[in-house]
């Protein structure tokens, strides 16, 4: 009897141990998880953060430069789309060492990600090229037509028109905190039509019906923008399926690609190609500024789009466009600055309501995310 208990108290010893031990196992699981969990949250948003700086400094500046080049003697609208999509060679670098590092990786690259075949992704950049090299050209009618504020605020009704894509191809979710970040940046924008009105009289020199002409046309663009916009997050979601900068990339250059080349057709089609030389001896600042306005217009138009492609692919279309829409206020300030606009109240107050607007959204994105770390925590403490 005695050896039969001294065996079990042994037995529960070593089971008590055991457990104890592999308690101990599982909480050192749980800490690293957390650990590498908050580690990659950092870095997703400081990722979120700098597209954010790229998105409303290359949207700004580069909205401002394509004015300028319209305000001081430019004529082509052709070329005035081109600058939009032509400043993708400046990712051949990447391209450049990506390929290097690859060559002396290729032991340790695993093929177990299914890659999507050659004909689906070709008919992706296709399609998104086409269609931004369409809304390029509609965007430049308008900018060339209308005042830059003008422009801004018609512009801000993509945000509309990507909503509802989203809502279809993406199954947006539209919880109140969106909602009321889409009714503040609206409202942002539309206030900056009493101020355009006030200002149409004395600086618009375009006539009653190009001013009709500008406004469809970046109606128009604005609502094709949208539309590639959702397609695009589609795309990463069900076509690409990919988690890396690279694909950011190629999406960027592949389609750029394609618009640039629709474009360059379009060029010389409409003849316009022909004048461009006495265009450039007619700038008002000179030919050296008219190369470097053109050139510097198209590198900043790629920052942009690393910003917008970039939130589109970590976060959502929408997002993406909200951020776009805080940064329209930004443009009649800066016109302030640039163009010796005048500023008034009514602009303060757009500005106000769209930073607003832009933390109601960013709200939601912290609860999802709340919300995203919560569930494996409640997951582990079950366990």
């Not at 290359?58 to 430069?65: D, I, P, S």
């Not at 965007?139 to 009704?157: D, E, H, Q, R």
Request: proline share 2%; hydrophobic share 45%; net charge neutral.
């Amino acid at each position: 009897m005695g050896e039969d208990q001294d065996k079990s108290l042994q037995i529960t010893e070593s089971d008590q141990i055991a457990k104890e031990a592999n308690t101990t196992d599982f909480s050192e699981t749980i800490i690293n998880q957390r650990k590498i969990s908050h580690k990659a949250n950092y870095i997703k948003w400081l990722k979120i953060s700098l597209y954010i700086i790229f998105l409303l400094l290359g949207q700004a500046v580069a909205t401002l430069l394509g004015r300028l080049y319209f305000d001081k003697g430019g004529k082509s609208k052709w070329l005035g789309t081109l600058v939009q999509v032509a400043g993708f060679p400046i990712f051949l670098p990447y391209y450049i060492i990506t390929a290097t590092k690859q060559k002396t990786n290729t032991n340790n690259i695993s093929q177990t990600e299914q890659q999507p075949t050659l004909l689906k992704l070709v008919l992706v950049y296709v399609s998104l090229g086409l269609l931004l090299a369409a809304d390029c050209y509609l965007f430049s009618i308008g900018l060339m037509y209308l005042p830059v504020s003008t422009y801004s605020l018609i512009s801000s009704s993509q945000l509309a028109f990507n909503a509802i894509f989203s809502f279809f191809l993406n199954s947006q979710k539209f919880t109140p905190p969106i909602i009321n970040s889409l009714v503040l940046l609206t409202i942002s924008s539309t206030l900056l039509v009493f101020q355009t009105e006030s200002d149409d009289s004395a600086n618009n020199k375009a006539s009653k019906a190009k001013y009709i002409i500008g406004f469809l046309c970046t109606i128009a663009g604005s609502a094709g923008y949208g539309l590639v916009l959702s397609l695009t997050q589609l795309f990463f979601n069900k076509v690409i399926k990919s988690e890396s900068f690279k694909v950011i990339v190629d999406m960027i250059v592949y389609r750029s690609l394609v618009a640039s080349l629709a474009i360059v057709v379009g060029l010389f089609v409409s003849g316009e190609w022909s004048g461009l030389e006495r265009e450039m001896d007619e700038f008002e600042l000179g030919k050296v500024s008219y190369v470097m306005t053109v050139v510097w217009t198209a590198i900043i138009w790629k920052v942009y789009t690393v910003g917008c492609v970039g939130l589109i692919f970590e976060v959502s279309s929408l997002f993406s466009n909200a951020v776009c829409t805080l940064g329209l206020p930004i443009v009649p300030v800066a016109a302030v600055i640039f163009f010796h606009d005048k500023m008034s109240g009514l602009k303060g107050v757009a500005m106000a309501l769209a930073i607003w607007g832009f933390v109601s959204y960013g709200y939601q994105q912290y609860l999802d995310d709340f919300k995203s770390k919560k569930i494996p925590e409640v997951r582990c403490e079950e366990r």
